[in-house]
């Protein structure tokens, strides 16, 4: 299959995905929410995330294996840890990533979401550009 | 009378763990839990599109989703009502967090959903990641709390 074929795909099932936690749930599908949600509220009304955070991790093994996805190359320990760190506060902040402003907020035509797409990929599209040309 | 609410528990709980199999399954085959794509479409000069596909058939999907299933007077399937975002304003934490978001996004590769798609199979860094991915949230939100939260 074309890779820009399998591209495709996988964005329908995700869209999917986010349809039917929506129509059957009623709560947009924006993974650092879920995640950070779940963190932050253990009550019972947070049981939903941690279903789908089972889901998510699970599944993302059992399709890796299926798939035979390779294992991407080890990176120094500072750098994902930094980036991890940016990447929990920034979305926390901004109220989404790329699936809650990316997927859903663009579906709803929301504002905010565009604004915060534009303003990622533009910090993002920067960093790489850094990190690969000016400091090697 | 039984509520919506009642019916929630074990439907409305696989239903979530169902959306998250098939949200890792569309990522997975996309290859957007490989980080080398991502930041290969994050590069200018030798740019990789696939994000742009992926992105842009996700976005179709819940563009008709969300015009359809939130209509007027429709409630969801397991609960009472639809939980939207209600703020409209261009703010500063909106594009301050956005902007960091990207950095972080940029220098791993990895955003949430991909990096806790990839946490049994992606070795030690995406676990290192993923700690500091709950340490930010959490500093997040214990700088917003002791701001005295708007």
Wanted: aromatic fraction near 10%; charge should be positive; charged fraction near 10%.
């Amino acid at each position: 299959m074309h890779p820009y074929l399998q591209a495709a795909l996988g964005g329908i099932l995700i869209g999917l995905a986010s349809w039917v936690l929506f129509a059957g749930l009623g709560r947009v599908l924006g993974i650092s929410g879920i995640a950070s949600e779940a963190l932050a509220d253990r009550s019972r009304s947070s049981a939903w995330r941690w279903a789908f955070l089972l889901g998510l991790i699970g599944g993302g093994a059992l399709f890796s294996a299926w798939l035979g996805t390779p294992m991407p190359a080890a990176r120094p320990a500072w750098l994902v840890m930094v980036a991890g760190l940016l990447v929990g506060f920034g979305t926390v902040l901004g109220s989404g990533c790329t699936s809650g402003h990316g997927v859903c907020g663009l579906g709803r035509r929301s504002v905010r979401s565009l604004v915060a797409v534009c303003t990622f990929m533009a910090t993002g599209f920067a960093t790489v550009f850094i990190a690969t040309y000016a400091m090697n | 009378m039984t509520t919506k609410k009642s019916k929630f528990h074990i439907p409305g709980l696989l239903l979530a763990w169902g959306t998250g199999v098939v949200f890792a399954a569309g990522l997975v085959l996309s290859g957007m839990t490989q980080p080398a794509r991502v930041i290969g479409f994050l590069n200018v000069k030798q740019w990789d599109p696939t994000l742009l596909f992926v992105m842009g058939a996700a976005v179709m999907v819940t563009l008709v989703a969300f015009a359809v299933s939130a209509r007027q007077g429709r409630t969801p399937w397991f609960t009472e009502r639809f939980v939207l975002p209600t703020r409209t304003a261009i703010d500063r934490p909106l594009v301050l967090g956005a902007a960091i978001f990207g950095v972080g996004w940029g220098l791993a590769g990895y955003c949430p959903g991909p990096a806790l798609a990839s946490a049994l199979v992606g070795g030690i860094d995406v676990l290192l990641f993923l700690i500091a991915m709950a340490a930010g949230m959490g500093l997040a939100k214990w700088l917003h709390r002791s701001s005295g939260a708007r």
